[in-house]
């Protein structure tokens, strides 16, 4: 089971930026998803989740509104579209999966079994 997030770079305060997150060696439309971030000096926290069962998507209140999650089953991938950051959104992004559905949750605090590298979103001011 592989992850790999790319598509983090440096953009301007109101610009956007789409993340993605590719998998290898399972399907990931049958796993929970989740992405995660975490700036310097803070803890990570969760950004948003998709379970697969319902497809129902959670989001924090820091970025509902602003961000979505998509998928594309035919190549094995989901996107972090984000739109409207912030400098606060600065942050390393980390996508994350797991087989339990329930991972995904409004609490956003699950510890999923698998992790992708991390991608860097630096947002100027």
């Known amino acids: 089971v592989q992850l790999q997030a790319s598509g983090g770079g440096l953009v301007q305060s109101g610009g956007s930026l789409r993340l993605s997150c590719a998998a290898s060696?399972?399907?990931?439309?049958?796993?929970?998803i989740g992405w995660f971030r975490q700036a310097p000096g803070k803890e990570r926290e969760g950004v948003l989740c998709?379970?697969?069962?319902?497809?129902?998507?959670y989001y924090s209140d820091a970025v509902k509104g602003r961000f979505t999650i998509s998928r594309d089953n035919g190549k094995n991938a989901v996107y972090l579209q984000m739109n409207s950051l912030k400098p606060d959104d600065t942050a390393v992004y980390y996508c994350a999966t797991d087989p339990l559905p329930s991972a995904c949750d409004h609490d956003l605090d699950h510890d999923y079994d698998y992790w992708g590298q991390g991608t860097l979103v630096t947002v100027s001011s």
């Open positions: 998709i379970n697969p069962l319902d497809g129902n998507t």
């Open positions: 060696g399972f399907t990931l439309a049958h796993y929970a």
